[in-house]
């Protein structure tokens, strides 16, 4: 991305874990790389090594969406640095978690890790799903194939696929309804 420059609202799926991981309480950087190695709790959604949750640290803090708010000691000696969401970017992560994602293929990642951090930042889901189900149904209906024509695999996989996230979606909105 050398040379590109991304407005405010285009974060890395990285930047947005960690600013939402941030969102109800301040943390330091070595709590948020354990949460998103491969074998955490959001890393099993979107996974960061070490280097990159620092990197997202970074940018989060340059775009003035995270600012630090104090210290507290290590475990193996130094401080860390505990950081915590600004009002901006509080604003910003609530405007991004209620936006459905725009293509299919990004419905395992993205979408998945905006329900993870909604749920982590107790932040209700109902009007995600519900607009993830309009999008869904834009895409199935554009993907519908006519009988009688050749089978195209990539678009009836495309088409299966969006009517499982259409069932997932579907069990999401009659779970949180009970």
């Known amino acids: 991305m050398v040379g590109v420059t991304r407005s405010d609202d285009e974060l890395l799926l990285g930047e947005w874990a960690c600013l939402g991981l941030l969102y109800r309480a301040p943390s330091h950087g070595f709590a948020l790389a354990a949460r998103l190695r491969p074998t955490g709790d959001v ?7 070490r280097p990159l949750v ?4 970074d940018q989060l803090v340059a775009r003035g969406l995270v600012h630090t708010v104090g210290e507290e000691p290590g475990i193996a000696g130094g ?14 992560l609530r405007r991004w978690l209620g936006r459905p994602v725009l293509h299919l293929r990004d419905l395992r990642s993205e979408l998945l890790l905006k329900l ?9 889901t109902a009007p995600l ?5 309009t999008r869904v149904i834009e895409l199935s209906d554009a993907l519908a194939m006519p009988a009688g024509e050749p089978i195209d695999v990539v678009a009836l996989w495309r ?13 999401l909105a009659t779970r949180a309804a009970e």
């Open 43 to 49: 890393g099993r959604v979107w996974s960061l090594s």
């Open 54 to 57: 620092y990197r997202s640290i």
């Open 79 to 92: 401080n860390r640095t505990l950081l915590a969401d600004t009002r901006s970017g509080r604003a910003q």
């Open 116 to 124: 993870v951090l909604a749920d982590e930042c107790g932040i209700g």
């Open 129 to 133: 799903v519900a607009a993830q189900r």
């Open 159 to 171: 088409s299966e696929a969006s009517h499982a996230a259409l069932r997932f979606l579907d069990q």
